[in-house]
Each structure stands twice: as structure tokens, then as C-alpha cells.
């Protein structure tokens, strides 16, 4: 069950919506919802828009069934891409059972690569999918089910390629539907959100989700004054053991004007564009 927290008016400022719950059913077709899923200390975002469905990776091995039973719930019947921000197993663990349960059509990766075992696992079912695999850099443009998706980080190799830390070479997707943005960039830290605030995308933001979920390594107050976001979604695990988000993450993101939802404390997050409005709800009264 959802409960309608927060409504945005792209142009005019925010008010919250009145409450009223919401039942689980597919992504209407012609709006773009963006579903911060609750994975615990990890990522994954479901991305539907146009009849489309795209998962921006899917947790540790743990979450793995949690995100394929999510994935139905919301009418999912095949992927047609699969983003792998980075290797880290938050990220890319629950992935082989989602390949396990769904087609998928593409698989993004940022061509950085990390020598564990869970990463390995997720590279052999994705070649056990048969799936078509995208190298993805900045400047590469994607027409997700109506919905333009940019990605904006890691470099290309034109300009210098890969960072040298695995976090910086997430892949940075910039989504932008009418006149909502949305930007979601897993892991990224300083060095990336440098390259990505001092490039050609920077500009207000409807909604970002908070980098490596809320480390105080990331979401630096350049980012926050080159994309100023009205919302932040903080993807963490509840009492988790690297203290995320960390208070001076919040204590940014406030003075930032942003307005935050955590899935530690939100249970799942679901962004929902549509026309000129925009709507969270959550699963976690």
C-alpha cells in the first residue's frame, strides 16, 4: 500500500498533497514513475515510462527475490534495459536473479570492472541472458519509452575515460521528461560530481537521488549549487555500520532546500511525473 506524502507543481513551488493510499498496479502509460525500491543498504530503481520498464541496478544477493517480487508487482513482464552503475555488490548482487526471472533486452555498463566473485556472477548470467551490452559515457542519449535518458558520467574516453576509484565510474543517468529532471548516479563522489556539475547538465533538478547513499564523501555542496534539487531520495539500510547518511549529508541537503525521503525510514519511494506534476508516495506511513 502507497501513501500520496508530497506533490511538486514543476514552476510553482511545493505543497503536500492531501493523504490517500494508492494500490499496487502498473505505471500508468503515459507518465515516467520512478521507483526508489527498498533494498536495505543498497540501490536499485525501477524506471517505467511509455510501456517501458528500466532497472538502475538491484541490491545485494539478499534483496535479490524482494526486487523481483517489487518488478511484478508494478506489472513488469521483461526488462528492456538494465543499468549496472558499478560493481560493488549493493549495487550489481541481486542482478543474476533478476536476469534469472525477466528478459532483458540491454545491459548498460560503464566498461569498469572489478575482480570479486559477485560481480563475476553477474557478468556470467548476463551472458547466459544473451542480452545486448552497452558501453555507456557521458554525452550517450536514450529514448526510454518517451522520456529522454542522458547519461552524464564517467567521462569519455575523449575526455580523459575512467576515474580511478570504482565509485566515480558509475554510470550518472540524467532523465528529463517535459520539464522534470531526474538524476540518479549511484555511487558517485567529489571527483565525479565535479565533472558532472561543471558540465553541460547541470541545472535545477526535480529530483536526485542522493550519491552513495548519503556518504559525506558525495553530494558536495558544488553539486548542490549547480543542480538544486527539490527532492532527494536517500537509499540506505536502517542502523546500518557506515553511519549513512551522515548528518553533515542531511545538514547539506537542508540548507539545499531539499525536500527528503530515505527509504530506511520511507520504505519505498515512488516518483511519479506527470504533465506538470509531480508526486511522491511511499510505502512507510
Known amino acids: 500500500m502507497l501513501l500520496v506524502l508530497f506533490a511538486l507543481l514543476l514552476g510553482t513551488g511545493c505543497s503536500v498533497a492531501p493523504g490517500k493510499t494508492l494500490g499496487e498496479h502498473p505505471a500508468p502509460a503515459d507518465a515516467l514513475v520512478v521507483n526508489f525500491i527498498d533494498v536495505g543498504q543498497g540501490d536499485a530503481t525501477l524506471i517505467q515510462s511509455g510501456?517501458?520498464?528500466?532497472?538502475?541496478?538491484?541490491?545485494?544477493?539478499?534483496?535479490?527475490?524482494?526486487?523481483?517480487?517489487?518488478?511484478?508487482?508494478?506489472?513488469?513482464?521483461?526488462?528492456?534495459?538494465?543499468?549496472?552503475?558499478?560493481?560493488?555488490?549493493?549495487?550489481?548482487?541481486?542482478?543474476?536473479?533478476?536476469?534469472?526471472?525477466?528478459?532483458?533486452?540491454?545491459?548498460?555498463?560503464?566498461?569498469?570492472?572489478?575482480?570479486?566473485?559477485?560481480?563475476?556472477?553477474?557478468?556470467?548470467?548476463?551472458?547466459?541472458?544473451?542480452?545486448?551490452?552497452?558501453?555507456?559515457?557521458?554525452?550517450?542519449?536514450m529514448d526510454w519509452g518517451g522520456t529522454d535518458a542522458t547519461v552524464i558520467s564517467p567521462p569519455p574516453d575523449s575526455e580523459g575515460g575512467l576515474f580511478p576509484e570504482p565509485n566515480d565510474n558509475?554510470?550518472?543517468?540524467?532523465?528529463t521528461r517535459g520539464t522534470a529532471r531526474i538524476l540518479l548516479s549511484g555511487d558517485a563522489e567529489a571527483p565525479a560530481e565535479r565533472y558532472m556539475s561543471l558540465g553541460p547538465y547541470a541545472g535545477p533538478?526535480?529530483?536526485?537521488?542522493?550519491?552513495?547513499?548519503?556518504?559525506?564523501?558525495?553530494?558536495?555542496?558544488?553539486?548542490?549549487?549547480?543542480?538544486?534539487?527539490?527532492?532527494?531520495?536517500?537509499?540506505?539500510?536502517?542502523?546500518?555500520?557506515?553511519?549513512?547518511?551522515?548528518?553533515?549529508?542531511?545538514?547539506?541537503?537542508?540548507?539545499?532546500?531539499?525536500?527528503?525521503?530515505?527509504?530506511?525510514?520511507?520504505?519505498d519511494v515512488i516518483v511519479t511525473v506527470k504533465d506538470d506534476d509531480v508526486e511522491v508516495a511511499v510505502t512507510k506511513p
Not at 558509475?170 to 532523465?175: E, G, K, M, P, R
Not at 548519503?214 to 542502523?239: C, E, H, K, Y
Request: charged share 20%; aromatic share 6%.
Open 51 to 141: 510501456g517501458k520498464n528500466y532497472l538502475i541496478d538491484g541490491g545485494r544477493y539478499e534483496a535479490g527475490p524482494e526486487v523481483v517480487d517489487f518488478l511484478r508487482s508494478r506489472g513488469v513482464q521483461k526488462l528492456d534495459g538494465l543499468v549496472a552503475t558499478h560493481p560493488d555488490a549493493d549495487h550489481v548482487g541481486g542482478l543474476p536473479q533478476v536476469l534469472d526471472a525477466f528478459d532483458v533486452s540491454t545491459v548498460y555498463l560503464s566498461g569498469d570492472t572489478k575482480g570479486t566473485s559477485t560481480f563475476g556472477t553477474f557478468l556470467r548470467s548476463v551472458r547466459d541472458e544473451g542480452a545486448r551490452v552497452v558501453q555507456s559515457r557521458a554525452g550517450m542519449r
Open 170 to 175: 558509475s554510470v550518472s543517468i540524467l532523465l
Open 205 to 267: 533538478l526535480t529530483v536526485m537521488k542522493v550519491n552513495h547513499h548519503g556518504s559525506n564523501t558525495s553530494t558536495t555542496p558544488l553539486l548542490l549549487s549547480r543542480f538544486r534539487p527539490s527532492i532527494a531520495v536517500i537509499s540506505v539500510g536502517a542502523d546500518n555500520p557506515y553511519g549513512h547518511p551522515t548528518p553533515q549529508t542531511l545538514r547539506r541537503l537542508k540548507v539545499a532546500g531539499a525536500k527528503v525521503f530515505r527509504t530506511d525510514e520511507d520504505g
